[in-house]
């Protein structure tokens, strides 16, 4: 995918003329001075240098798009063919740039200030406090480590995604009823599933899987009460919804290998769980390795369910960090100690996932 | 090996019971989970009818346990004998239920444009803004799925406020649209890049500019893919409920926050609760029945190169 050089050529006389090239640089450069002075304005009014009745800074995101879209049709007027070109990427680039860095730019500015929404003082800098603060907080520590927890659940998660792959490969009557009734955990919204098997059928008293568990021979079953089993339920319930995912993928893996290999390795004379670890997988692996990274990264993502169903409780045993910030926020209003929380966890984030696809493209190397 | 006439010999029986098994097996396994799968959906439909007793005593058969009635419905002013007269709270249901359907609809068809754009123009030619070369904008874009939503949350809010774009469905739709370019541009990318160039060079040749040949040549063609992501991205933003919660308050309240806040309150009613997930989830499990194929297709994109 890593093409350089374009794979379609096009010739084209491009002569175009000083006028239009002049008149794309003055669209460009001044719609760039009006977002300048707009932004100029706007920064005026609100240090309260001159009162001019702004009431938002929409002005200066009006400007933002305005000085996009004239950049997108500047290029076009002052590089000809290859503006055209720019286009196509031109319009997500730029709006990626104003949703993603700029955001996490400012988010850096809060991260290291004493900012508490619900207090009048505002906005303080506070230098290394938070820092502090985050080193000496028990919770978020814990957090991360419920968060390592969660991900290690994902191999076993894949287990039973690969063995409902290899099921659904087989020559089966009903696949499509199948098929669909396995895919529908994942198209039901995280909030509804939290109500309708955590907080209903895991209900003690009238829940069905409460009284299955009676059923089963146990007593008094409680599901949230203890640390590990409320863990593992969390871990179940995401996994409920997120194994028709992998699923799907394993199961397109295995529709990609070519029927003829494994009926060689049975002509060999090798049986189904030979020809499995010796064929099958082998070959699965780098549609595996695609699945778990992809799982990986929704998996640090997980908080809706945990929010809805224990709210970090019993005493912080199932949060993650995305929840642990979410009541951070919503309870003590803490903007600037929960930013740094979650820069923290981006940080954390990335290194985590730089050293895993460096793993996995080493690992895979010597195999495909 | 000389030819076999019988097939009753040890080794074939054998053989033959072991076949047996391993249906067996196989359909068991099947049927458990379409169970686990399913029985959460058929107890949500069904509580939904239930009426107090019927809950307590864990009755589970519509009409042979109990007789369905229509108490949870008629809390959300959606059973028959409500359905002709005023409710506030089908009023709200619906409002809720509109924001839903916009912003997601909105948002898929938004990050459904931008990102086949981006997508067709890197899988075609070489792009350079400054040391950034194709793979590195690639990168650039599907790195933004590894972004927690945390990060971005406090930040936008605050900028939101500033914007005055704090509950409104237009800040949600830009959020949404951030979190699933990604996602339409990785499926996009692989639409287009199997197929082949010569067909808009054969465009191209014929009189057509590069976005003539896109739009009425590769665009067609692309279709299912797009389809595909839209589907996709339309299951995320309809049951996105972190960035909803935080950035909503009354007026573009999503259908998973209005859920999770009757949740939250001990007092509420199963039946009524049940309705009310049930009819949150509803809509995607029609979309999931009926577009399957776009579904399963969107996502096996990515894992077969």
């Known amino acids: ?67 996009g879209t004239c950049l997108c049709i500047g290029q076009v007027m002052l590089k000809g063919e290859q503006g055209k070109r720019l286009v196509f990427v031109l319009p997500a680039a730029l709006f990626t740039v104003a949703m993603v860095v700029f955001p996490l730019i400012f988010g850096l500015t809060i991260a290291f200030t004493d900012w508490n929404l619900a207090s009048i003082s505002g906005r303080k800098f506070n230098g290394w406090d938070n820092v502090r603060q985050m080193w000496t907080d028990p919770f978020y520590w814990n957090a991360l480590l419920n968060m390592a927890w969660y991900v290690a659940a994902i191999l076993v998660e894949y287990a039973i995604a690969f063995g409902l792959a290899l099921v659904l490969h087989a020559e089966i009557r009903a696949r499509k009823f199948f098929r669909v009734a396995f895919l529908l955990p994942l198209m039901l919204s995280p909030v509804a599933v939290s109500w309708m098997i955590g907080k209903s059928m895991l209900e003690v008293r009238f829940g069905p899987l409460a009284r299955l568990a009676r059923w089963l021979g146990w007593d008094n079953p409680s599901f949230f009460g203890s640390p590990e089993i409320a863990r593992f339920m969390i871990m179940a319930m995401d996994a409920w919804t997120f194994i028709p995912f992998m699923m799907i993928m394993l199961l397109a893996g295995l529709q990609a290998i070519p029927r003829e290999l494994t009926e060689a390795a049975r002509v060999d004379g090798a049986g189904p769980w030979k020809t499995f670890w010796e064929v099958t997988f082998p070959l699965m692996l780098p549609v595996s390795v695609t699945a778990i990274l992809i799982r990986i990264i929704f998996k640090l993502k997980l908080a809706d369910i945990i929010i809805n169903v224990t709210a970090g409780g019993p005493g912080g045993a199932t949060d993650s960090v995305t929840s642990f910030i979410f009541r951070e926020y919503r309870d003590r209003s803490n903007v600037g100690y929960g930013t740094l929380l979650a820069m923290v966890y981006l940080v954390l984030i990335v290194i985590f996932m730089t050293v895993l696809m460096k793993v996995a493209e080493r690992w895979m190397r010597p195999r495909t | ?303 077969v190169k």
């Not at chain 2, 239920?97 to 609809?105: D, E, G, P, R, V």
């Open chain 1, 1 to 67: 995918m890593t093409t350089e050089g374009d794979l379609l050529h096009v010739v084209t006389a491009n002569d175009l003329s000083p006028t239009r090239r002049a008149a794309g640089r003055a669209l460009i450069w001044g719609s760039f001075g009006l977002l300048g002075v707009v932004a100029a304005l706007q920064i005026l009014n609100a240090t309260g240098a001159l009162d001019l009745g702004f009431r938002s800074w929409r002005p200066t995101l009006y400007g933002y798009a305005f000085w």
């Open chain 2, 1 to 303: 090996m000389s030819e076999q006439i019988f097939r009753d010999g040890e080794a074939d029986l054998g053989y033959r019971a072991r076949w047996w098994l391993s249906r067996g097996a196989i359909y068991a396994v099947l049927l458990l989970w379409a169970l686990i799968c399913l029985f959460p959906i058929y107890w949500t439909a069904t509580t939904s009818f239930k009426m107090a007793p019927d809950v307590m005593q864990g009755n589970m058969i519509p009409f042979v346990d109990y007789t369905p009635k229509w108490l949870g419905w008629r809390s959300l002013g959606l059973s028959p004998d409500t359905i002709g007269n005023e409710s506030t709270v089908r009023a709200e249901f619906l409002k809720r239920f509109t924001n839903s359907a916009i912003t997601a609809l909105a948002s898929s068809s938004l990050a459904v444009i931008l990102g086949s754009l981006a997508a067709y123009g890197l899988s075609r030619f070489s792009y350079r803004f400054g040391p950034m070369k194709n793979s590195d904008i690639s990168f650039f874009f599907l790195s933004q799925l590894i972004l927690p939503p945390v990060v971005l949350a406090l930040p936008f809010l605050v900028l939101y406020k500033e914007l005055a774009l704090l509950d409104t469905r237009i800040g949600l739709i830009l959020l949404y649209t951030l979190t699933v370019l990604p996602i339409v541009i990785w499926i996009m990318r692989d639409q287009f890049a199997s197929i082949p160039t010569e067909l808009e060079e054969a465009a191209l040749v014929d009189g057509l500019g590069i976005w003539g040949a896109f739009l009425t040549i590769i665009l067609p063609i692309a279709l299912p893919g797009m389809v595909a992501a839209f589907i996709l991205s339309l299951v995320l933003t309809w049951n996105e409920y972190f960035f909803a919660a935080l950035l909503t308050s009354t007026n573009s309240v999503t259908l998973p926050v209005m859920v999770a806040s009757q949740t939250g309150s001990q007092g509420i009613s199963w039946w009524s609760m049940a309705a009310l997930s049930f009819a949150a989830i509803l809509p995607l499990i029609v979309v999931g029945v009926l577009l399957e194929r776009y579904i399963i297709k969107g996502m096996a994109a990515g894992a």
